[in-house]
């Protein structure tokens, strides 16, 4: 037996495809312009038996990366700004940005889409969002071509393309690219990350999450809420750190030479602005001084750093953004607060991505690396309004609360020492936001001007750029990271991809960058679109139209002034600047250079038709009732067994009258528990019987109010069918009704919702049968959390009428 297990072990050694001979063997010859590569041919000759035959080990070697080239690390930091870490002369302390900037390059004119999930697509195929499905973020699709969603099959993703050539993928945390209807265990899958050609993924798919409790998803699966360990709370930004670590030890436990490409995306910075008091605690008074003479510290850091030119002016602050001199003493503390979190958690999250790096470099690695951190994929966030807010959801449902709101509801929540903890769920004053984009103009959302559209970017690659001059000017764009990475690992663009012809690349690589700072830029054209604000760049000069809207409201009055047969985009105001003599967008040219201006609207329609941006303000469309059809039914069933139903795959209770129906058993000393509960304290919606068998139906109205329904009565014990009706008072969106409650056909209670949740009750939390999972519903039962029901659920049925 031991001589069998030897040889067994001596031909999978000989066999092994990651030796360099068979490398070279398979490197050689090999057509990489169509994907997958067929297998090898045989080389060898079959005759009757062995010793007339001649073998050919190639055939089993598959497909190798080209010779020499390196692993990459993409590190993506969620909803940050230019002008906020201290590497760009912010006030955040990145040690671990500067150590790859120290290391590499940095990138001063590197731009994004203005929104999550579009910069996220163009990132990972190298394409401008609009012709990969994505003008506008996942979750709210469109029934025009640039704006469904969904990643047509013309337009293979780099990671695909890796995978296909020899490297080992996969991704950690936000992905955000996923249609909402494909959440689930019947798929189909070609939209999650497996699909774009991650071999693994460990994160979730939404749009944000929260760091305490997010809905993790491993590869096809939907796993659920981690929990803590020791008696202390889950943290999501130390384990997707762990996670890719430990990925990187298999990888290399199994194969010592195969290049690695991995994607590290956070959750971080995005809203709910989550960590511990102790991160927050480090910025105790650092921001007492306020937003304005935040700005103008950290322009004058920017410059004695060279992050930008000498001659960088200060663009104004809005008049939509209070003076920080003009606030009470009261405002002034929550904000400094506010800002404190921030900083916390955005500091975290540098520090995970120092774990992350120090991993690497054990592995002796490093050196070999190509390193692509990029400090936001839009500028920082100004959803949340401009008070701040403690549950960044009100303003989809275009709920806009005022100050004393807002502090009322942070008090009821856990008070200004509670933000960031886990009962909050805090977004930051939008001048916050405003200043973290230093020295541009707006931030996040509004893709027509530099705070919305430009981040810090810095690269290194130890074997390969090795040079004193660190910073580059030229213009960048995320679609130019694809094509970079394909020319320095020495791999085609694909013509062919699974029988489908592709489209190619818009992007334009940077490697030329590398070896000259004063090399001429190459990508000397680009549009940008995100939610009706356009720009449009070329060769130095940038017209910019900025949608008249604020980045938070969507209420419908707001709405209705863009909608369909009444918005003219004729009226729009344009502007015009020239960036080389312009870093940030303060003098507006328009009207001194009218023909310029008008060559570059021109220069916009044309580049927006051809990448599909058109039709204008697609992106608003489930704003604007343009709602993918009803599904023609109306009844779902959940087995008592279902967990972690994803906030997009909930029945569409949304501005319609329903029941919920749950088929039950309840011994004779009588149960307890939840029976369904969806999302958490501050949106969603949980049947449930108390300890004194009463039925109870809990609403949560984005935390604002809530709303309780109790039985009169205990419910009966044995086979028992419970039912919470809604009859809505209008038959529109966030309309409030009328709420039954029954047993056996029994009414056993009564009661009324003021309102009702009009678009989105979470971007993240999920639906459980027969528990609770993650954050509460109702903080009555928190303690008993996931308070499981102690008798049997058999089934949950919603049915919409």
């Known amino acids: 037996m031991k001589q069998f297990t030897r040889l067994v072990g001596a031909l999978l050694l000989a066999a092994a495809p ?37 073998g050919d080990w190639s055939i089993l070697s598959g497909v190798k990366a080209p010779a020499g080239a390196p692993n990459v690390l993409i590190v993506l930091i969620d909803d940050a700004g230019f002008g906020g870490p201290d590497t760009f002369g912010g006030a955040i302390r990145t040690p ?23 910069t996220r697509a163009a990132l990972l195929t190298g394409r401008n969002h609009h012709r990969v499905g994505m003008g506008m973020i996942a979750e709210f699709p469109a029934p025009f071509p640039g704006y469904t969603g969904v990643k ?7 990671p695909r393309i890796l995978k296909d050539n020899g490297y080992a993928t996969a991704g950690f945390g936000k992905w955000h690219m996923t249609p909402g209807h494909e959440m689930g265990a019947a798929g189909p899958f070609e939209h999650w990350p497996t699909g ?21 998803t491993q590869d096809n699966s939907v796993i659920g809420v981690p929990q803590g360990k020791d008696g202390k709370l889950y943290y999501f930004p130390d384990d997707i750190t762990d996670k890719s670590i430990e990925w990187l030890h298999a990888v290399r436990a199994q194969d010592a030479h195969k290049p690695w490409f991995l994607y590290y995306s956070t959750g971080a910075t995005h809203a709910p602005h989550h960590v511990s008091k102790e991160w927050a605690d480090k910025y105790k008074g650092k921001f007492d001084g306020g937003w304005d003479k935040y700005r103008e510290e950290t322009l004058a850091r920017q410059k004695k750093l060279g992050i930008v030119p000498q001659n960088t002016e200060l663009t104004k602050r809005p008049d939509l953004f209070p003076a920080w001199d003009s606030l009470s003493a009261a405002q002034k503390k929550l904000y400094a607060r506010q800002m404190e979190v921030f900083a916390g ?35 920082a966030s100004m959803e949340g309004t401009l008070t701040g807010s403690f549950n960044e959801t009100t303003f989809f449902n275009g709920l806009v609360l005022d100050a004393d709101k807002q502090m009322e509801l942070i008090s009821k929540y856990g008070g200004i020492e509670g933000l960031g903890g886990f009962h909050s769920a805090p977004h930051f004053a939008a001048a916050w936001a405003h200043a973290q984009n230093t020295p541009f103009q707006w931030g996040k959302q509004v893709g027509s001007h530099l705070g919305g559209a430009r981040d810090p970017m810095v690269i290194a690659w130890p074997k390969r750029i090795k040079h004193d001059d660190k910073i580059r000017s030229q213009f960048t764009h995320v679609i130019d990271v694809g094509p970079t990475i394909l020319q320095l690992a020495g791999i085609p663009e694909p013509k062919v991809v699974d029988g489908v012809a592709q489209e190619p690349m818009d992007g334009t690589s940077f490697a030329y960058t590398f070896d000259d700072a004063k090399a001429a830029e190459r990508h000397t054209v ?28 969507f209420s419908p009055a707001t709405m209705k002034r863009f909608a369909p047969g009444v918005y003219d985009p004729e009226k729009d105001v344009w502007e015009l600047y020239y960036l080389p003599d312009d870093f940030s967008q303060a003098k507006n040219l328009a009207a001194a250079n009218p023909a310029k201006l008008a060559e570059l609207k021109e220069l916009w329609w044309k580049e927006a038709e051809r990448n599909r941006a058109l039709p204008l303000l697609g992106g608003y469309s489930a704003f604007f009732g343009i709602l993918p059809p009803l599904p023609p039914v109306n009844r779902y069933a959940f087995a008592g067994t279902v967990q972690n139903v994803l906030t997009t795959m909930i029945p569409r209770i949304y501005g319609r009258s329903y029941t919920i129906e749950a088929d039950v058993n309840i011994p004779k000393g009588g149960a307890e528990g939840v029976l369904v509960a969806f999302s958490d304290f501050i949106g969603g919606f949980a049947l449930w019987i108390d300890d004194k068998g009463r039925l109870i139906h809990t609403y949560q109205f984005l935390g604002v109010d809530t709303y309780k329904q109790t039985s009169t009565q205990p419910v009966p014990t044995g086979e028992v069918k419970l039912k919470m ?4 008072d209008k038959h529109v969106p966030g309309s409030g009704g009328k709420v039954t409650l029954w047993a056996n056909d029994q009414k056993i209670g009564e009661g009324t919702m003021p309102n009702s949740v009009a678009m989105l009750y979470t971007t993240y939390a999920a639906m459980d049968i027969g528990r609770d999972n993650g954050g509460v519903v109702d903080l009555a039962y928190e303690k008993k959390a996931p308070y499981a029901f102690t008798g049997n659920v058999r089934q949950v049925v919603f049915e919409l009428r």
């Open 96 to 118: 671990n940005l500067t150590r790859i900037a120290d290391a590499g390059l940095t990138y001063n004119r590197f731009h994004v889409t203005a929104v999550c999930s579009p």
């Open 526 to 553: 680009q549009y940008f679109e995100m939610l009706g604000s356009r720009g449009i760049y070329k060769d130095g000069w940038w017209a910019a139209s900025r949608l008249n809207k604020d980045p938070w409201d």
């Open 152 to 158: 047509p099959k013309s337009t293979a993703a780099v």
């Open 725 to 728: 009706v809604f009859d809505i």
């Open 196 to 216: 774009w050609g991650f071999d693994h993924w460990w994160g979730f798919l939404t749009g944000a999450a929260g760091q305490y409790d997010p809905v993790i």
């Open 345 to 379: 958690f955005a500091e975290n999250t540098d520090w995970n991505v120092g774990r992350l790096l120090d991993a690497v470099r054990d592995m002796g690695e490093l050196d070999n690396t190509l390193v692509i951190y990029i400090w936001g994929d839009n500028g």
């Open 18 to 54: 990651s030796t360099p001979a068979f490398a070279q063997q398979a490197a050689a010859g090999l057509d990489r312009t169509v994907l997958p590569v067929p297998d090898p041919k045989f080389g060898g000759a079959v005759g009757r038996t062995i010793d007339k035959s001649k």
